[in-house]
């Protein structure tokens, strides 16, 4: 690795008090993007300070995100709690310096102090910060206090990697706390004292951090520390234009891969909210979006969250994939239905692959190809009332018709699809009728459909034994006779 890829550092850093949801995804694929494509360090960090809220559990589940969705970390997954010494050391020195000091004021007096100012009330530092001789008594006296952060004059500003130059006024920040009064860090010194310990180079994040980092520059600063490259991307609404939520339906990624979604169509969808290729392209493997991937190109604007476009993306990703690699997920859907056991599905890896390349350029879910399966494995099938009024006008002659089918797929030697065409053919033309004559009936009364896949598969994936019991039903329906 060269000196300048190591300058490249970045991180993700997901609180482990929920599951890995697309937003936080967006962020870490952003992350891990802009490392691969400058062969930099992608770092992940557990921010679980907050240990009432955080959880092992969580952990396990947003690291099995990440794994699912192929963004491998290079460092990590380091614990943010495990560095609270090496907070509280930097909140210290700021307190040495003069850069924070220590306030003794009590919750209920801040919230009395709030109501008694109105809605134009600041907390001046004149309120919270005390003589020094005060305080050191204080302290004696074993009082607790908070560290807060001395706020200075001016303003602060840096050049956004989306947003371009982005100015924050001082006074309207108030002097923050950095460490409360039982000595845990609030998030913005943990996090500063995080990335200037691992090294960070970009900090890439939703933009509802942007009011964090003018508070997070000046610790950089007051630190001694160089200030990293800040990209702040657009947040990810819901059709509804609202900020995306549970109430648009799934938003954790663990749903995504349990409804069928594959990880490479989540990721080619995640990529693209919020950031253009720069190419009149959609359909992407990791390896091209990583080639193509800049800040430069990420939208100022928030992207809209369009479930139809993902299922139509992982319909594209799909058609693309070996059967193979999709047939376990259509086992796994075909066992939780109860449609095959387990011994079922280890007995029909062939058939599964066969059922995988007919319908996988036809579907958009792993979850619609196990129901296209039905079509083969039901007892029974509906017929779709416009195709009999259709292909079933006469009753009488299609029922000669499928006498005749029955007849010579009953006698038919090996049972399959290029047989089955052929004997079909030699039946249409001994009744001197078209091929399609034979066909759409027929398709009718195996699927109760008047579209399907190639006739001669389908009734290879029906079987024999099936399929002659679906045209005696047909019949049956037909004349109301047993046939």
């Not at 520390?225 to 995306?244: C, K, N, Q, S």
């Not at 979604?261 to 989540?266: R, V």
């Not at 350029?361 to 029974?380: C, G, K, N, T, Y």
């Amino acid at each position: 690795m060269t000196d300048t890829n190591e300058q490249i550092r970045v991180r993700f850093a997901p609180s482990p008090t929920g599951f890995l949801h697309v937003g936080g995804a967006r962020t870490a694929l952003f992350n891990w993007l802009y490392a691969r494509r400058h062969g930099g360090v992608f770092v992940l960090r557990i921010e679980d300070t907050d240990r009432a809220r955080s959880s092992e559990e969580m952990t396990e589940v947003i690291l099995d995100g990440m794994r699912w969705l192929g963004l491998d970390w290079d460092e990590g997954p380091v614990h943010q709690a495990d560095g609270v010494e090496r907070h509280r050391a930097a909140a210290d020195r700021l307190l040495a310096e003069g850069k924070a000091y220590r306030c003794f004021a009590t919750p209920e007096e801040l919230r009395k102090w709030r109501e008694e100012g109105g809605e134009d009330f600041r907390l001046t530092r004149d309120k919270l910060e005390l003589p020094e001789e005060e305080a050191d008594r204080r302290v004696a006296e074993g009082e607790p206090y908070t560290v807060r952060f001395r706020v200075p004059e001016g303003s602060t500003e840096w050049d956004d990697a989306v947003h371009g130059k982005t100015v924050f006024q001082n006074d309207d920040i108030d002097d923050f706390i950095v460490l409360r009064s039982d000595r845990t860090p609030v998030y913005n010194l943990a996090a500063v004292a995080d990335d200037v310990e691992m090294r960070i180079s970009h900090v890439i994040r939703g933009d509802d951090h942007i009011s964090n980092t003018p508070r997070q520059i000046m610790l950089y600063r007051a630190l001694g520390a160089e200030v990293p490259t800040f990209a702040h991307v657009p947040m990810i609404l819901g059709p509804d234009g609202r900020r995306l939520s549970k109430r648009h339906g799934a938003t954790a990624v663990g749903d995504y891969a349990a409804e069928g979604i594959l990880p490479e169509a989540l990721v080619n969808f995640l990529a693209l909210l919020g950031w253009s290729p720069g190419e009149d392209r959609e359909v992407m493997t990791i390896e091209e979006m990583t080639s193509l991937f800049s800040l430069e190109r990420i939208n100022k604007k928030s992207a809209i969250f369009d479930p139809e476009k993902l299922d139509w993306m992982n319909g594209q990703h799909l058609s693309r994939q070996p059967a193979e690699r999709i047939v376990p997920l259509v086992a796994r859907k075909l066992v939780d239905s109860g449609t095959l056991s387990e011994a079922e599905v280890a007995e029909n890896q062939e058939w599964l692959v066969t059922l995988v390349e007919m319908f996988k350029v036809r579907s958009r879910r792993a979850d619609e190809i196990a129901r296209h399966a039905q079509l083969f494995l039901a007892d029974e099938v509906a017929y779709d009332p416009i195709a009999v009024q259709k292909h079933w006008k006469d009753p009488a002659d299609v029922a000669k018709r499928l006498d005749a089918v029955s007849a010579t797929l009953r006698n038919l030697g090996a049972w399959e699809p290029a047989m089955i065409e052929q004997a079909l053919r030699a039946t249409a033309e001994r009744l001197n009728t078209g091929f399609g004559k034979v066909v759409h009936p027929l398709r009718l009364a195996v699927t109760g459909q008047s579209s399907s896949p190639g006739i001669d598969q389908v009734l290879f994936m029906t079987g024999r034994e099936r399929t002659l019991k679906r045209l005696k039903v047909a019949r049956k329906s037909l004349v109301g006779t047993k046939g």
